[in-house]
């Protein structure tokens, strides 16, 4: 299969290609996608950039320039409750936009106006492939990804978040990556590992926690891939 794996920042792209022998690349709107093989599959590797319209713009050119079957997408989260600790990795169930509100028009939070588009739901075949997965020294949750183009670091702002969408975690691509691989029937995938408590009393130290971050993400993402069949199509 032909699946494309989407990362927020450049450290975590660069692990991914240290790890794939890269074929070959190309550039397209100001993106770098490159082709790299795989546990008998054709991977597509993009660093897309943070916030949702870079995520949007990379996923519509991966699916315009590649034809994945499916697409993978790695990243960083805070957790919205107690539940969740730092480094501990999550697995989207479904996603929505946070910040999308449209309250006048009688629309409840993360609902497209004009649209019957609001709650995103990952593959099922590949939630069950990741749950399967087994990492030493990491716990894994499958959960709600909470998308929006900004920072959430208070407490009351993540308490409502989790007690008014039900959230897990919260960062600031997967759902515009559902958003557009559910517009254009493509199966899609989350994968995140939290950095902190999204309450603004983080003690970690970033930087340091990323390069740990990626590793474990991209572990399980490769745990998927190798369990997955090599066949045209996503199986049900």
């Known amino acids: 299969m032909t699946i494309a794996i989407l990362t927020a920042m450049a450290e975590e792209g660069a692990l991914y290609r240290d790890i794939c022998d890269v074929a070959d690349s190309l550039s397209q709107a100001g993106l770098t996608l490159h082709r790299a093989p795989y546990a008998g599959h054709d991977l597509v590797l993009a660093t897309m950039g943070v916030g949702k319209v870079n995520a949007a713009r990379a996923t519509q050119v991966v699916i315009g320039a590649a034809a994945p079957d499916a697409i993978i997408c790695t990243g960083t989260a805070g957790s919205l409750h107690d539940g969740l600790e730092v480094g501990d990795l999550v697995v989207g169930r479904d996603c929505l936009q946070h910040d999308l509100r449209v309250e006048f028009l009688g629309l409840p939070p993360g609902q497209v106006p004009f649209t019957d588009l609001r709650l995103f739901r990952a593959s099922p075949p590949l939630v069950e492939r ?58 899609f995938l989350l994968v995140r590992a939290v950095s902190d408590r999204a309450d603004g009393r983080s003690d970690v130290d970033f930087s340091a926690f990323l390069e740990d971050a990626a590793g474990a993400s991209a572990r399980l993402v490769l745990g998927v891939l190798e369990a997955l069949p090599s066949e045209a199509h996503l199986p049900d």
């Open 130 to 187: 990741a749950q399967a997965v087994e990492l030493s020294g990491r716990t894994q949750h499958v959960g709600r990804v909470l998308t929006g183009d900004t920072f959430v670091q208070d407490a009351a702002t993540r308490r409502a978040l989790h007690d008014e969408l039900e959230g897990d975690c919260v960062e600031m691509e997967g759902a515009a990556v559902g958003q557009v691989c559910t517009i254009n029937e493509v199966p």
